[in-house]
């Protein structure tokens, strides 16, 4: 038996005792686990870290497309155009019974063609510039059919309309506002289009539906407020709806042609309502209303016929009841 040796405490005499009994009992080794260096999923203290999973999906990361800022900087702009209109429109009225022509005259309607037509190339300049994915290197794919300047261009057109119809100090505010709205309303829509996913893909088209009815209503009743000559108005709203039908025909599948000619169509049966709505003795806004009922029948069933091989039953039900209502309620009250 080996005695332990006194280690000069007061508990030594135990501490030997202790050791004697270890002697008889088997020896058990234990390891020490050797001290390594922190993993990489460890700070220096031992604290787990979170690891690195990388960077989020593309998915989820904001794109900050080029054209949109531009396309406030255009709406801006022709909104600031008609304000000046609207100031220059607020003087004494003549005898004149258009009442687009009783403030106007040829320096007003050149400035006005220059802002519609500035509206339009900016905004499809816009538009071009956002395809390109300037500046975020992710860009849609551009349109085979350039039709980014139609919604601007015509609210832009609404607003001067406006503007030299009723020609007061109110439309210093609503014309420009109009005009603003319309143009960059119209750009936003398309960009959430353009951008949306499936799951949002519903929203962006409730929207683009409600911006471009918006302006086609303000553009017809702007028409029809002045009691303009037949061959006149028809031309007109014709050339208004036809257009805003090629706008709403961007949703569709169908290609440059067909959706040209279903414009054209569509222009075709917008003239025929002005002319039988000329004979309506009615107030403006509603002849404005009656005149939206029957571009939202025309667009929505050529819609329908881009987006599916064949107009379903459904489809006319649904337009044709829709038509039906609004127009009698329009009658009732009118």
């Excluded at 794919?141 to 119809?165: F, Q, R």
């Excluded at 303009?228 to 169908?254: D, K, N, Y």
């Amino acid at each position: 038996m080996r005695v332990g040796t006194s280690r000069f405490s007061p508990g030594g005499r135990r501490e030997r005792d202790v050791e004697a009994a270890t002697d008889s009992a088997p020896t058990v080794v234990q390891v020490e686990p050797a001290t390594s260096s922190p993993s990489p999923t460890e700070t220096a203290a031992g604290v787990p870290i979170r690891p690195d999973l990388g960077p989020p999906g593309a998915g989820a990361q904001p794109v900050d497309q080029a054209g949109s800022g531009l396309g406030l900087v255009v709406s801006v702009a022709v909104s600031l155009v008609v304000f000046v209109l609207a100031i220059y429109a607020s003087g004494q009225a003549t005898a004149n019974r258009t009442p687009l022509l009783q403030t106007t005259n040829g320096v007003y309607w050149f400035v006005a063609a220059l802002a519609v037509v500035g509206a339009g190339v900016g905004a499809q300049y816009a538009e071009r510039v956002a395809s390109r994915g300037i500046g975020s290197g992710i860009g849609r794919t551009e349109s085979t059919l350039a039709t980014a300047w139609i919604v601007p261009s015509i609210a832009t057109a609404s607003a001067v309309l406006l503007v030299a119809t009723f020609h007061n100090a109110l439309m210093m505010a609503v014309g420009p506002l109009v005009a603003f709205l319309g143009n960059a309303g119209a750009l936003l829509s398309r960009d959430l289009l353009d951008d949306a996913a499936d799951s949002s893909q519903h929203s962006a088209t409730v929207i683009h539906t409600l911006v471009v009815h918006s302006v086609a209503f303000l553009a017809l009743s702007a028409v029809y407020l002045n009691k303009l000559p037949t061959p006149v108005s028809a031309t007109l709203v014709a050339m208004f709806g036809g257009l805003l039908i090629l706008e709403t025909l961007e949703r569709g599948s169908a290609n440059r042609s067909r959706r040209v000619v279903y414009a054209l169509l569509g222009s075709l049966a917008m003239a025929q309502a002005t002319i039988a709505l000329n004979w309506w003795l009615t107030h403006g806004w509603t002849g404005g209303a009656v005149l939206l009922v029957c571009f939202y029948l025309a667009g929505g069933v050529l819609l329908a016929a881009t987006q599916r091989s064949s107009i379903r039953s459904r489809d006319l039900v649904e337009f044709g009841l829709v038509g039906f209502v609004a127009l009698a309620i329009l009658a009732i009250t009118a």
